[in-house]
Structure formats: C-alpha cells, structure tokens
C-alpha cells in the first residue's frame, strides 16, 4: 500500500473552471486523489505536508514530444543529439531526459512520432522502475503516403515514418499498431483523401484519436479544412492555416501548382514568404477559425521547433534558409495570436524533448497573448480531454491519478513561476522535494 499523503492549505488551480481555490486540502491514498477541499480526518498513518502559500497544479502535459531520439543506437546521432541539446554522455541520455521531465513537474509526455518498439522499449522500462519518468501517450510512427519525407530518418530510427499509399496498408497498420499498444495516431505530410478518410474510420473504430501534421507550409495534400470535415480534432503547427487561407489569387495560383515540380513551387514559395501577412485573407482566417470552434479542434502550435531551428542555422551561412525560417516563424506568431484572440483551445507542444523547450513554448505563447490560465489549460486538462482520459488525469480531483506539481509562485500571476517547483508527486508518490 502506497503512503498517505495530506497535502495542507495549498493554493489550488481548478484547470476545469479556470479558477484558484485558496487553502486547499489534497488527500492521497493509493496513488490517487481521494478527496480534495477541507480534510477531516485522523491522521494516524498520515504523512502531513504543508503547503501554505504554496500552489498546486495538476502534473503537466508535454504535447508533442519524440521521446524515440533517445534510443537511437547510431553513434552519429547520439553524438548529434548531445552536442545540440548540451545533455551529458550519449549513455546517460534516456535516465537524465526523462528524469528531468518528472522533476520538473511534467508528469506526461504524448509522444507523436517514433519507432512503437524503442517508445515501448521507454514506457516499460518507466513501469517496472528502472527509470524515473513521466506516463508516456504515443502515437508509434508518422504514417503518410510514399515518398516518405523522413525516409533518411528510417536510417537512423527504423519504423519512424511508415508509409500508407493502400487502403490496405491503413488496416494492415492500424491494426499492428493497435496492437502494440498506442494511444493516439499521427497523420504526417502527403495522403490520397480516400485512404486519409478510411484510415480516421479505422482509428475511430480502435478508439484512437488522430493527431494530423499538414506538412509543409504550403503545398499541402490534406490541408486543415479538408482535414476537420473528415473528422480530425488536434492539428500540429501553427504554419498548417497557411495555404488554406490564402487570398483567392494567390489560392488560386497555389492550387494550380500543386503537381508541379519543385522548381515552379520554390518560385512560388518565395513570393508568398516574401508577402507574408498581406498574403492571408482575414475574411478566411476568420471562417477557418469558425470552423475549428464548430468542431472543437484543437491547435498544438510548437512554436519553440523553429525558434531553435533558427538558432541552429544562425551558426551556417545559408542566408537563403535563415530568411525563409524568418518567414515561415514571423506567420506562426501571426496565426498564433489571430487563435488566441477566437479562443481557440491550444495544447503545450515543443516539438522534442527537452523539458526546458516546454517552458520556452508557454513564454512564447504567453508573449503573444495567451493567458497564463489558459497556458495551464493547454498543460493539462485540454490534453486529456482530446486524448480521452480526462477521468483519469488533467486535474486534481477525486479518484483521478495523484499526478500533482506544488510550485512556490503563483503561476498565474505570471507563467514564468511554472519553474518555481517546490514538489512534485507522480501517482501519488514524492519523486522530488525541495
């Protein structure tokens, strides 16, 4: 039997109705919440911890991780991986980086996109003990039509993208992967619309929500309108609007070109990123947004991936590379802001697997206008609902999995103080105390 654990007087943010409740008691038995307000109870076998002027939050979501990366065994990539994310030997990679994750307070991780068997390989191992880490959602590999686009990652992290040109590869696939249990699907880059439809019945059937990345900025085969009407309710990227709310010249131009070959695309690429804003029309921005609302969609916006690819590619020389990043990110923040004014529900997402890259994702939001409770919304209990098990985390209530972070600011006063943890509880145990 786990400990029993009564969390005193805490500051409580109630994700569900956006609300702080003040001192606030959090009874733990068994690894779950038991009862949450003001505890009466004997406390015998009790471990009492007081929390006064403390604030408590459910554990945190990571929304789009690739957690597979840390399992590769080429000695290229390991190297690769170290020396970007300055973490320590190739070896130690897997314990450090999801450690860093649980004691950071970010106590799930939905990973879209790896090999099923390393992602195992970590769930697993994170059960049985052997390593500290956060409960792991994945999705097994990117599936989406050949030629893959990450064929050359296949290299490196066999089983990473899959390839689905058949109605058959999609029931042939679903049903392996369900099999090895994911819990969500990634649709990636290029589909023919008849196997896209087939493929979100089939995951209906299995119960799997589909997670859908368009691809490229421009130039997409399911874009996100096309991709909400068939039934897609989480969409990754804040670029993905782009070419469905083109004005009608440019949409026009844009769809005439989408067999063409790369040279007329790239002719067309760079007239639109040298427009910019003045390229959109707010008129279908505006309808797009209507229709994301209409069907609760969510948008996982990964703003972090391409500030830190910029940051990489300012150590190059390729000017002509730096400048089409500028574009592509100066649009991500545009589309960013434009959501957050509607409302639109947004999801925490960092693209990686850093855990300091989940924070700079909530400071980046937060600078473009999103409230600091709504960042914890995106945190927490919007990732459960869209991964349907909402009854089981994404908040601090009764019977829900004891997955709790205590900081020592309040985090909505400003977002920043997400990094004041003061203790952090995965399924009911204490795995760090200041």
């Given at each position: 039997?786990?400990?029993r ?58 929304c ?12 290229k990539a390991?190297?690769?991986i ?16 999801l450690?860093?994750?649980v ?8 990973d ?6 390393n992602?195992?390989?970590l ?15 994945y ?5 989406e ?8 990652m296949?290299k ?20 392996e992967?369900?099999?090895?249990g ?16 087939y ?7 299995h119960?799997?929500p ?12 399911i ?16 670029k ?14 844009h ?11 790239e002719v067309f ?14 008129i ?6 209507d229709?994301?609302l209409?069907?609760?969609?969510f948008?996982?916006?990964?703003l972090?991936a ?14 002509d590379?730096?400048?089409k990043?500028?574009a592509?990110?100066e649009?991500q923040?545009?589309f960013?802001?434009e959501?957050?004014?509607r ?6 997402g ?16 937060n ?13 927490t ?6 991964l ?13 999995k ?17 990094r ?15």
């Amino acid at each position: 039997m786990k400990e029993r654990i009564l969390l005193k007087n805490a500051n409580l943010f109630d994700v569900e109705n956006g609300t702080l409740r003040d001192n606030s008691d959090i009874l733990i038995e068994d690894g779950v919440v038991k009862e949450v307000g003001k505890v009466d109870c004997a406390e015998g076998e009790l471990r009492s911890i007081d929390c006064s002027g403390k604030y408590a939050l459910p554990g945190l979501f990571e929304c789009h991780a690739h957690l597979a990366h840390l399992t590769s065994k080429d000695p290229k990539a390991k190297k690769q991986i170290t020396e970007d994310f300055g973490t320590s030997d190739g070896d130690e990679l897997e314990k450090q980086v999801l450690r860093e994750f649980v004691i950071k307070g970010i106590t799930q991780v939905r990973d879209v996109g790896g090999p099923v068997k390393n992602l195992k390989y970590l769930k697993d191992r994170i059960s049985k003990g052997e390593l500290l880490g956060p409960d792991i959602y994945y999705a097994g590999p990117m599936l989406e039509k050949s030629p893959l686009r990450w064929e050359e990652m296949n290299k490196m992290l066999p089983g990473l993208t899959v390839a689905v040109d058949s109605k058959e590869d999609a029931e042939r696939i679903i049903e392996e992967i369900s099999y090895q249990g994911v819990n969500l699907i990634k649709t990636f880059n290029k589909f023919d619309v008849d196997v896209f439809k087939y493929l979100l019945d089939l995951a209906v059937k299995h119960n799997l929500p589909v997670a859908h990345d368009p691809g490229t900025a421009l130039f997409q085969s399911i874009p996100m309108d096309i991709a909400i009407d068939l039934g897609i309710r989480c969409i990754e990227h804040a670029k993905a609007p782009w070419p469905v709310v083109l004005k009608d010249d440019l949409k026009k131009e844009h769809d005439s070109l989408l067999n063409a070959g790369p040279e007329d695309m790239e002719v067309f690429r760079r007239k639109v990123f040298s427009l910019g804003a003045d390229s959109i029309s707010t008129i279908k921005l505006q309808q797009l947004m209507d229709k994301m609302l209409e069907n609760d969609v969510f948008l996982c916006t990964t703003l972090h991936a391409l500030k830190y690819l910029k940051k990489l590619q300012s150590k190059k020389s390729d000017k002509d590379m730096m400048k089409k990043l500028e574009a592509v990110d100066e649009m991500q923040g545009f589309f960013t802001r434009e959501m957050i004014k509607r409302n639109v529900k947004i999801l925490i997402g960092q693209d990686g697997f850093i855990t300091e890259f989940t924070f700079d994702e909530m400071r980046y939001l937060n600078e473009l206008g999103l409230s600091e409770s709504e960042i914890i919304r995106g945190a927490t209990i919007y990732p459960s609902e869209w991964l349907g098990i909402s009854d089981k985390v994404g908040s601090i209530s009764p019977n829900k999995k004891a997955n709790i972070l205590i900081l020592n600011k309040n985090p909505l006063e400003d977002i920043q103080n997400i990094r004041t943890t003061y203790m952090v509880l995965l399924n009911g145990g204490i795995v760090f105390q200041k």
